[in-house]
């Protein structure tokens, strides 16, 4: 402001009398002081006094630095952003190396066991996580064939906004839990992964005590970078854990064998498999204490894929995997005959009355009907599902193909419009 207000108050001075050499050829200029006029055409109208151009440069600088002297250094305010971001990081590597050297000081154990047996704790905590995670997608991969495409089709007339909230409602509606669940486990282990081994890497470049000594076999100095006859041992280990834990996991993964997600799985994997090579190179560049966490963290995610994937872990724990409940997902009609199969025994070999079975009962049995070739037994006892519970969308649907395949198709139509009309 003070720059400003010097500025204008050089601009508003009164005019200085005209000079006899702008006056016009009809007015006589006055004889007596010529030079006087020249000195003042030249000093005034064509150059900046200099005593203006010092004033306007210190007023100048000095406004620049009030505003650093207000707070308003952008330089010094993005230098303190990123130094409260690296002191929120110090702070969690902080408690890392705090809980490290605790568990050290109280066994006394050599510091690569200490490294190897924590993150095998800490992975272990991380399981039931896992499981519950494993479970949830194994419920979207059953679900997915019956949710409409990701992106709207061409020709639907759907905005992509309108054609996610038509996918979010169809997904809520048939119960399929949140696609959150796919990320999860890995979101959450993949922030731990580096949490822990920038604390460990700083240990090992702080020359933290012992760590000089804490190795074995070919790394008994943790703190430097693998070099030496033996060096490459670790980068070899580190990239083939890797490429190994990516055959496994998705050879192990559900998601990846349903049409919608398979594109995508592949393109991932592919990227993964090519990480290999980088990772090589890249673990000639930490130290020995880092190395041994991350291979020991690889090693523990071969092993749990294995152990998970194992017939009879994977029923203990209800992660049993079986390709053709998708098959039935995407088929109602296959999927009502294995509820027929489950219902129907106990009641073989007597008659039934319809009208005591339930609306989901009497669609399975004419499924099975209806698989069989017999449609005029299945649609009586479809029509009687929709009387005991006329929003049954599953019943409108299989009526419509049982009519369709007897050809009436006004019929068929109605029932399939109807239900189109009520997802």
């Not at 306007?56 to 207000?70: A, C, M, Q, T, V």
């Not at 089709?153 to 054609?163: A, D, F, L, N, T």
């Not at 959450?188 to 074995?216: E, K, N, V, Y």
């Not at 929709?386 to 109605?414: C, N, S, T, W």
Request: proline share 7%; net charge positive.
């Amino acid at each position: 402001m003070a720059f400003r207000r010097v500025l204008l108050s050089h601009l508003r001075r009164p005019p200085r009398p005209a000079c006899s050499s702008l006056s016009p050829p009809h007015v006589a200029s006055s004889p007596s002081r010529p030079s006087t006029a020249i000195a003042l055409f030249q000093s005034r109208l064509f150059s900046t006094p200099t005593d203006l151009d010092s004033e306007l440069s210190r007023l100048r600088d000095d406004s620049i630095s009030g505003l650093g002297g207000h707070g308003l250094d952008f330089a010094d305010l993005g230098q303190d952003l990123i130094g409260a971001g690296a002191a929120n990081h110090d702070l969690l590597t902080r408690h890392v190396i705090s809980l490290l050297d605790s568990y050290h000081d109280l066994t006394g154990l050599p510091w690569w066991v200490v490294i190897v047996s924590s993150t095998v704790a800490f992975r272990t905590a991380l399981l039931p996580l896992l499981i519950l995670q494993r479970k949830q997608t194994k419920t979207i991969s059953q679900f997915l064939p019956q949710l409409p495409p990701f992106w709207p089709p061409k020709g639907s007339g759907r905005s992509v906004v309108e054609h996610f909230m038509l996918f979010r409602r169809e997904r809520k509606a048939l119960g399929c839990p949140s696609f959150l669940w796919i990320p999860a486990y890995f979101s959450i282990q993949i922030s731990c992964f580096f949490m822990w081994i920038t604390s460990i890497r700083r240990m090992s470049l702080d020359h933290h005590p012992g760590f000089d000594t804490g190795g074995a076999l070919w790394f008994q100095n943790l703190t430097e970078i693998p070099n030496g006859l033996y060096g490459p041992l670790f980068p070899f280990l580190i990239a083939g854990l890797h490429y190994t834990n990516t055959q496994v996991a998705f050879s192990a993964s559900s998601v990846h064998k349903v049409d919608k997600f398979a594109e995508l799985a592949k393109t991932f994997k592919i990227f993964l498999n090519l990480m290999t090579f980088a990772l090589y190179f890249l673990a000639f560049q930490m130290p020995q204490g880092s190395l041994v966490y991350w291979s020991t963290n690889l090693s523990f995610s071969i092993a749990q894929q294995a152990i998970l994937k194992h017939p009879l872990v994977s029923s203990k724990l209800g992660l049993q995997g079986n390709d053709t409940v998708q098959k039935e997902a995407g088929n109602p009609i296959l999927a009502n005959i294995n509820e027929a199969k489950l219902t129907d025994p106990s009641v073989k070999g007597r008659l039934i009355s319809g009208h005591k079975l339930t609306p989901k009962e009497l669609v399975g049995l004419s499924a099975k009907y209806l698989s069989g070739g017999h449609k005029e037994k299945s649609i009586p006892l479809l029509r009687l599902a929709l009387e005991k519970d006329p929003e049954y969308l599953q019943a409108m649907v299989i009526l419509g193909q049982a009519l369709y395949q007897k050809e009436e198709f006004a019929e068929a139509a109605k029932y399939l419009e109807q239900a189109a009309s009520k997802v």
